[in-house]
């Protein structure tokens, strides 16, 4: 039953659902840069190299043998560098738009902590701290002045 109970306050912080929302963001942008890749920049590709198809590029090992009525006895062993190629773009092209969001996100997250930019709204915790900070440094000069 423990684990049924931190499960539930698991659940109820928002954990959960953010991890959701995240995973189906996550496989949707998956799609959209397939198709990117291979519907967008792929075909211009393939027309400057005189209509090569880079996801059937491969190194041929060992050609597939066949028998007298042309049916396949042993397949073809191959390394398929173009398919690995496409993969990679995809890979480059998902870090570099990560990167970008998270820059993004980043540069609002210290807009937000700044408690001095009243162009976006500062989270309580933040403010809070602010002032108790801000009446700190004021306690302490009132105190140095007595002392003085």
């Known amino acids: 039953m423990k684990i049924f109970k931190e499960f539930k306050e698991f659940a109820v912080k928002g954990n959960m659902m953010d991890m959701a929302v995240g995973i189906i963001i996550g496989a949707s942008f998956n799609k959209v840069i397939?198709?990117?890749?291979?519907?967008?920049?792929?075909?211009?590709?393939?027309?400057?190299?005189?209509?090569?198809?880079?996801?059937?590029?491969?190194?041929?090992?060992?050609?597939?043998?066949?028998?007298?009525?042309?049916?396949?006895?042993?397949?073809?062993?191959?390394?398929?560098?173009?398919?690995?190629?496409?993969?990679?773009?995809?890979?480059?092209?998902?870090?570099f738009t990560v990167f970008v969001v998270v820059k993004f996100m980043n540069r609002l997250r210290k807009r937000a902590q700044d408690t001095k930019d009243h162009t976006v709204a500062t989270p309580k915790d933040i403010e809070l701290l602010s002032r108790l900070s801000e009446l700190m440094e004021e306690q302490n000069r009132l105190l140095k002045s007595r002392s003085e």
């Open 34 to 95: 397939d198709v990117l890749v291979k519907q967008v920049f792929l075909p211009p590709l393939s027309l400057l190299t005189d209509g090569v198809n880079f996801q059937d590029r491969r190194i041929i090992l060992k050609d597939a043998v066949t028998d007298a009525s042309g049916a396949i006895v042993t397949n073809e062993v191959a390394i398929g560098y173009g398919a690995f190629g496409e993969v990679l773009l995809d890979f480059i092209i998902i870090g």
